[in-house]
Nanobody, 115 residues
Framework: QVQLVESGGGLVQTGGSLRLSCAAS????????MGWYRQAPGKQRELVAI???????SYASSVKGRFTISRDNAKNTVYLQMNSLRPEDTAVYYC?????????WGQGTQVTVSS
């Protein structure tokens, strides 16, 4: 059983930056992929960014060029650097760890971008 704990959310003005962290209770090295998802009120949860065990990354078109996902296997932590934030980025951000037959979710962290 792996537990994921997100942190780093908060309130920021348009154009500001935040860095989210996802700390895992166990090793993340074995996971095929680690990802960040978000869910805004009244909307479905959507993929924001993923990073594979090999370090390959992929982003939603809405955040490409503004957000950067990274991982530190030694610290069992995945990060999401968010720059040039917009009000439409407001959501609860969740971390997900995916293996071949199982996945784990964190509890989420709120990001609010004021206009």
């Amino acid at each position: 059983q792996v537990q994921l704990v997100e942190s780093g959310g908060g309130l920021v003005q348009t154009g500001g930056s935040l860095r989210l962290s996802c700390a895992a209770s166990g090793s993340i090295f074995s996971f095929n992929g680690m990802g960040w998802y978000r869910q805004a009120p009244g909307k479905q949860r959507e993929l924001v960014a993923i990073i594979t065990s090999g370090g390959s990354t992929s982003y939603a078109s809405s955040v490409k060029g503004r957000f950067t996902i990274s991982r530190d296997n030694a610290k069992n932590t995945v990060y999401l650097q968010m720059n040039s934030l917009r009000p439409e980025d407001t959501a609860v951000y969740y971390c997900k760890a995916s293996a071949a037959s199982i996945s784990y979710w964190g509890q989420g962290t709120q990001v609010t971008v004021s206009s």
